[in-house]
């Protein structure tokens, strides 16, 4: 049931009535059963994963608190010695280790089967070919469960959160099967806290016909960005994508571009429709975008474009992998050998280079099963490292050049390139295999003559170009005001009656008027992650 079907506003309407209908300590049990609901909508067969990952990681998250208690109530006991209670917190500390590592190897286990089995296999049928032998492993197909990546990332993130003492273990299955299914965010996320949405999740909601009005207006935005915008842009881009050898130079950057437009407005748009499903039954959830394209470097692009993947690895495998005692250990050992300051800055800096590799590699493997992702990844953790070894090198240039890096020229320069930087990787990510990117690229470089009429007829039609034109317009105008600090919803609400309700139907009538509505249209590009 896509985001955008007529099925799934039904779906939600009716939702949205009887969630304020019904008795409010049930609210959270009527949201579980809106989930499950549309859950199965997506295919009955695959509830069984969804369960199997609800049931470990709530059976982890007992485990861990009921070690926790027993640990305190030993404690307690009179009469121990400094050794007993040290060992004892030792046993108990390796033991909580051993359930978190038990529920990490079933949920993301159960993940890397239906996600990467084959891609396993095709690796190993290639090793063997390249080794002389004449056997071959045969694919087979999985059925991938809707929103695995995302409900697997968020229910481990629960896991490691109640190992931390972060918070408190959820002593409700029920409870805790709403945080793993809430279903607005099941198909695209954002990747939720515990913390953040458990409080939300089981208060009692009275009904706010301005939270209704701004959930809607959230919807409304997020199809504009779909429809005007990322399945426009689609077509260019697929055209362009799916023939690499077909287009040269400035026809190959158009459709770099336009595979820009789509991806973010596909993805952002789909947040926007998640955001505002949610934000109807009065609960917030946590934003995925802040104006990437107006970032100064490819680690700020990172901090605002997928945020909640990017605070995900940033909790959950940077800080555990770049302070463990290896990684630690083998900086100081490079510190005490290194006899220049930028050696030392070097081996300082090391940690958090390996962090970020490991990070972008796993950001590689999380978007799919192929080479050219894990390329997409370790081009952008590559960057990130490379620029944290170098920043005393460019810390001298400055001096020595006299640069002021906060003129607006060297502002507009690193967003330029950041930019550019950006786009790069896009190659990768939307190739069909890691060759043709590659061949795209090259392309990109042999020249082409520019011909309007071309361009007309990749866009079919100069009327779309000029739509796509005005909708991105629309949308950067937006993004400034955003960038300025301006709560733009907020500053609507504050107009009179008139100008709001004539934004309100400009917004909806663009969308039904100018929307492009093809036989592809309608999913969301993140929809089976």
Not at 37 to 50: D, E, M, N, P, W
Not at 243 to 260: A, D, E, R, T
Not at 380 to 406: C, Q, R
Not at 497 to 523: C, D, K, P, Q
Request: charged share 15%; hydrophobic share 50%.
């Amino acid at each position: 049931m896509s985001l955008v079907s007529t099925g799934f506003l039904v779906f939600l309407l009716v939702g949205v009535i009887a969630y304020y209908l019904v008795p409010k300590k049930a609210q959270w049990a009527w949201l579980l059963i809106m989930s499950y609901a549309y859950y199965l909508c997506s295919g009955y067969k695959t509830v069984i994963f969804i369960l199997l990952t609800t049931c470990v990681t709530y059976a982890a998250g007992i485990c861990l608190s009921r070690l926790e208690k027993q640990l305190a109530d030993y404690l307690k006991t009179e009469d121990l010695s400094r050794e007993d209670k040290k060992a004892y917190k030792e046993k108990t500390k390796h033991r909580k280790k051993c359930v978190v590592v038990a529920a990490l190897l079933v949920v993301f286990g159960v993940l890397a089967v239906v996600k990467y089995h084959n891609f396993a296999i095709e690796n190993m049928n290639s090793i063997i070919n390249a080794f002389g032998g004449k056997g071959r492993i045969s694919t087979f197909t999985l059925l991938l469960p809707l929103g695995i990546s995302f409900y697997s990332f968020q229910s481990i993130g629960y896991v490691i959160d109640v190992y931390r003492g972060k918070v408190e273990a959820c002593t409700n299955i029920f409870k805790y099967a709403l945080f793993v299914s809430y279903f607005p965010q099941i198909t695209q996320g954002p990747i939720g806290r515990y913390d953040r949405l458990a409080p939300q999740f089981f208060s009692a909601h009275k009904y706010d016909l301005v939270v209704i009005q701004h959930g809607l207006q959230r919807m409304a935005w997020g199809l504009f960005k779909k429809f005007i915008i990322a399945d426009r842009a689609g077509v260019v881009a697929d055209l362009v994508f799916n023939n690499p050898g077909q287009y040269h130079g400035i026809y190959v950057v158009i459709g770099v571009l336009s595979y820009c437009a789509q991806l973010y407005g596909d993805f952002a748009g789909g947040i926007d429709m998640v955001m505002g499903a949610s934000e109807m039954f009065g609960i917030e959830l946590d934003d995925n975008f802040k104006q990437p394209f107006f970032s100064h470097s490819i680690g700020e692009f990172w901090r605002r474009w997928h945020i909640t993947l990017g605070t995900w690895m940033k909790d959950y495998v940077f800080y555990p992998f770049s302070l463990s005692k290896p990684v630690n250990k083998l900086g100081k050992n490079l510190k005490k050998h290194s006899r220049t300051r930028f050696g030392k800055y070097m081996a300082k800096a090391l940690p958090i280079c390996l962090a970020d590799l490991l990070i972008f590699f796993i950001v590689g493997v999380w978007h799919g099963a192929a080479w050219k992702f894990i390329v997409y990844g370790m081009y952008n953790g590559v960057i990130m490292s490379f620029s944290s070894l170098m920043a005393p090198v460019y810390e001298k240039m400055f001096k020595i050049t006299h640069i002021n890096k906060n003129a607006r020229w060297y502002r507009g320069w690193q967003i330029a390139r950041t930019f550019i930087l950006v786009n790069i990787s896009w190659y990768f990510d939307d190739a069909a295999t890691l060759t043709d990117a590659l061949a795209l690229m090259r392309n990109t470089l042999k020249h082409a003559t520019f011909s309007i009429s071309a361009v007309t007829e990749m866009f079919g039609g100069m009327t779309d170009i000029i739509i796509l034109l005005v909708g991105c317009v629309v949308w950067l105008i937006v993004s400034i005001l955003k960038e300025k600090g301006i709560a733009v919803r907020q500053a609507l609400d504050a107009k009179p009656l008139a100008v709001r309700w004539l934004v309100y139907i400009a917004l909806v009538m663009s969308v039904a008027m100018f929307g492009y509505i093809s036989n592809t249209s309608g999913g969301f590009m993140y929809a089976q992650f």
